[in-house]
């Protein structure tokens, strides 16, 4: 099946030949992926890939406009027959440009999808060590990801974050054209130092963050609702120097920011009940990625009276380095010091051990079995002006915490990855 659905989508993209836009990473490949949409919406017609069809299936698929078979054999029968027929009797419906969000859960894949859909522009958000298990050590990841920019054609345009020294390393295995993003001053598209404010309030009204950006000599003043954090910013740093290589102006640009829509989970700012502030991040969760989201919940200024609460769930995929990375990150919430850390999960015993070892006391520890236990638990404890971080891996479904404090949960069905009530 899969590689009929290889053969359809490539057929497909042969019709039109679409300019694809190809984006992978660790982390930051879902987010960076709308905002290069949002930015390219302003200008060209384009097709993003819906959700995380991203796969050897999923990618096919979103080239192809169909949906997923889900486990039934008859509906992946009718998928073949309407791809089929589609590619042999109906005219190409493909835009003129196609942002598709590129993965690597083993070594081969992204050299793959790069086959199928010939990207022009690439973009590489970071390198982590998710999915240790599948590819054995970060240099095999390193290798991977860097097949996406060993694809393009001279005439096109990598786009690395300058800021990943892997990222950045990966410059000279390709031909294209080199654009860098990132905090880092000898970026090419650059965050001002000092100008990355965060906007949020009780009431979750103009949530955000504003920062000014420096490229081809101008400045320019950006607002990205809805999120908050770096990696939010480095969503935007990528989408905007696709814009640039596309000719775009950052005037155009930043307007095309502001429908940049935060996707559900990845560190979105929510409503939470008795006037709390919950940072939903959710959706995944990685050593790297942990460790940012951490650093954002102390970025974030808390009254004297307020809380600053962290609930983690076990990192899963993380192969014979789980022990390690679940006691570095347990030392690394001791150091900062919130007033309550709740972790959800077998693994996060490592976490929860290294914590208190690393001095972090042990009433401020509570270690729980499952999300529903634990997302009670910290209802209790909630008080006016607290702000919680929920994050933790998709297996983990640590939403369910969420929605638990959400100040709205009738409106779970649309912020969150998925309504835990709904999956069982």
Known sequence: MEKKLANYARRQLAKSEPEVIGITGSVGKSSAKEAVAAVMGRGFPLLASPRNMNTEIGLPLAVLGLPGGGRSAWRWLKILLAAWWKVNFRKSDLPS????????????????????????IGVITAVSSTHLEKFGSVEEIV??????????????????????????????RTKA???????DQDA???????????????EGEDCGMRFKVVADGSTVPMFIPGVLGRQAA?????????????????VDISAGLRDFKPLPGRVRCLTGIKKTILIDDSYNASPRSVKAALDLLFDLPVSLESKRIVALGDMLELGEASEDKHRIIG??????????LVLVGERMHDAAVAAEEAGLS???????????????????????????????????????????????????????????????
């Open 188 to 202: 090419d598209v650059k965050v001002v130092p000092g100008t990355l404010n965060y906007a949020y309030d009780p």
């Open 362 to 424: 042990k009433e401020r520890i509570f270690h729980f079995a499952d999300t529903g236990e634990a997302g009670r638990f910290i209802q209790e404890k909630l008080e006016q002006g607290d702000i919680v971080l929920i994050k933790g891996s998709r297996g983990m479904r640590m939403e369910a915490i969420t929605k638990e404090l959400m100040a709205d949960p009738l409106r779970a069905p649309e912020l969150l990855v998925s309504v835990p009530d709904e999956d069982k």
């Open 234 to 250: 480095y969503a935007a740093l990528a989408g905007i120097a696709v814009g640039l290589a596309k000719g775009m102006n950052l």
């Open 177 to 183: 054209r080199v654009l860098s993003y990132g905090f």
């Open 331 to 340: 030392r690394k919430v001791a150091e900062l010091g919130p007033e309550m």
């Open 97 to 120: 440009h196609l942002v598709l969000e590129m993965a690597a859960d083993r070594p081969g894949d992204i050299k793959h999808l790069a086959e199928i859909a010939k990207p022009h």
């Open 143 to 172: 290798v991977e990801k860097g097949r996406l920019i060993e694809a393009l054609p001279k005439d096109g345009v990598a786009i690395l974050n300058r800021d990943d020294e892997r990222v950045w390393g990966m410059r000279d």
